[in-house]
């Protein structure tokens, strides 16, 4: 992610692993595609936590991403499966193929969109691509992290440690966010994503990468789904279906292309 290192790239491919460990996204996601075969894309699939138990529940899922060391960790979750497929894509300028029933923007995506284009028609460009990559009658499920508050989460200069640990090559890693500021005229989130390695070798590794991110309202999201020709059915803010208010802190979204 965001031009890391090699090396970096693969240890923080197996810390995902180690701490995204949360079921209950997923659960909620099964429960709303109900039990009926569908024929699912996912964008930003990672190594497969979504990927996986949708093909288990039986629907032909396609998942796309740009990180092969994500994408290579999928194939040891599931086995013998045809209903399943993945391959490495840049989301924002590949093709994403069409005819699917449900496209999946989960997982925070909307907030870990990679690309040097404005951030924000980069979150309005996903979305009409989904519609592009739909059936008529097919529905858009979106779920990320949401405040009305989102200068309270972000304006935080001190450091942030997300995971560190060990990866099965013997390199410990660190991955810390420093200095997060929000602008609430515009909407972005600035940040520094550091990374401290002690490699296997003994020798040490660090860098840093510039972040910038645009966090997108309720509004804004609503406001791009009837531009690219969505109706919304249902809004939660949490996992156990309660609305969005100012005491959830998700956005989750399913909606129908007209």
């Known amino acids: 992610m965001y031009n890391e290192k090699d090396i970096i790239s693969k240890w923080n491919s197996e810390m995902y692993d180690c701490y995204e460990t949360e079921t209950d996204d997923v659960d909620f996601a099964l429960s709303v595609i109900g039990l009926e075969p569908k024929r ?9 936590r979504f990927l996986v138990p949708m093909a288990k529940a039986g629907h032909d899922i396609t998942g796309l991403d740009f990180d092969e060391h994500m994408l290579n960790r999928i194939s040891a979750k599931i086995s013998d499966s045809q209903n399943i497929h993945w391959h490495k894509a840049d989301v924002i300028n590949d093709v994403w193929g069409n005819g699917f029933d449900i496209v999946l923007l989960a997982a925070n995506f909307l907030s870990n969109i990679v690309s040097d284009m404005d951030y924000k028609q980069a979150q309005e460009l996903m979305i009409q691509k989904a519609a592009g990559a739909l ?7 979106i779920d990320y992290a949401h ?3 989102p200068e309270k989460w972000f304006n935080n200069p001190a450091p942030n440690v997300v ?15 420093l200095n997060s500021t929000f602008d609430s005229n515009s909407g972005i989130i600035q940040c520094i994503r550091r ?15 510039p972040t910038r ?3 997108a309202s ?3 999201v609503r406001t791009w789904l009837e531009r690219a020709g969505f109706v919304i059915e249902q809004e939660w ?13 998700r956005a989750i979204i399913w909606a129908k292309k007209k």
């Open 218 to 220: 309720i509004e804004q």
């Open 40 to 48: 699912i894309l996912e964008i930003a699939c990672g190594s497969g």
């Open 237 to 249: 803010g949490d996992y156990q279906g309660n609305p969005i208010s100012e005491s959830t802190n």
């Open 147 to 149: 405040t009305f508050h």
């Open 213 to 215: 991110k645009h966090f």
């Open 135 to 141: 059936v008529s009658g097919g529905h858009v499920l």
């Open 163 to 177: 995971w560190q640990g060990t990866d099965s090559e013997g390199n410990f890693g660190k991955m810390v966010l």
């Open 195 to 209: 990374f401290e390695m002690v490699l296997a070798d003994r020798s040490s590794l660090v860098q840093e990468l």
